[in-house]
T-cell receptor, first 113, second 111 residues
């Protein structure tokens, strides 16, 4: 079974803090993705990565950065957390190729105060 | 820019009914279409993936169809059960660039 794990299920941070969300997959997938999910807006793509040290902006990259130093790990970084980044963050991974299923982690619910 | 719309936004039906969830998309140049299930506070579980060259996929009581030219997909659930209660999400594949999601249909199956 494919397993995508996220470091925290719930996180509470203060405005201005630097926040790291970690995602690890165990299926040797080339592609990894970060989405955020908000009521009324659905899931939106923040960043994705095709390979180690590669990163591409998604639809809403502002205020975020990412790091992929190892194939199995993809980190989302909030350089200076703001209240409008309070959200559910979902990580996903897939094999390379446009027809591959994406597998999602359980999500991290982040509250920025 | 691709837009994905799901109708209805919410649906409540008695147990045992067959039901159809609808998904439409604005750009027919898609690689695939996926249907996911999401339980409250949880991640997404992939239900069915239809490649752009396919017309339908089936898994158990679920059947998904794809009409790329008209920009539509349907998810058919046969003999619904209370355990089917969840939010169902349709997502269009943009190649390796991730997925574009609809806002989901919140389904409640009444025992």
């Amino acid at each position: 079974d494919v397993k995508v794990t996220q470091s925290s299920r719930y996180l509470v941070k203060r405005t201005g803090e630097k926040v790291f969300l970690e995602c690890v997959q165990d299926m040797d997938h080339e592609n990894m993705f970060w989405y955020r999910q908000d009521p009324g807006l659905g899931l939106r793509l923040i960043y994705f990565s095709y390979d180690v040290k590669m990163k591409e902006k998604g639809d809403i990259p502002e205020g975020y950065s990412v790091s992929r130093e190892k194939k199995e790990r993809f980190s989302l970084i909030l350089e200076s957390a703001s209240t409008n980044q309070t959200s559910m963050y979902l990580c996903a991974s897939s094999f390379q190729g446009p027809i591959e299923t994406q597998y999602f982690g359980p999500g991290t619910r982040l509250l920025v105060l | 820019k691709q837009e994905v719309t799901q109708i209805p936004a919410a649906l409540s039906v008695p147990e045992g009914e067959n039901l159809v969830l609808n998904c439409s998309f604005t750009d027919s140049a898609i690689y695939n279409l996926q249907w996911f299930r999401q339980d409250p506070g949880k991640g997404l579980t992939s239900l069915l993936l239809i490649q752009s060259s396919q017309r339908e996929q089936t898994s158990g009581r679920l059947n998904a169809s794809l009409d790329k030219s008209s920009g539509r997909s349907t998810l058919y659930i046969a003999a619904s059960q209370p355990g089917d209660s969840a939010t169902y999400l349709c997502a269009v594949g943009r190649g390796a660039d991730g997925l574009t999601f609809g806002k989901g249909t919140h389904l409640i199956i009444q025992p």
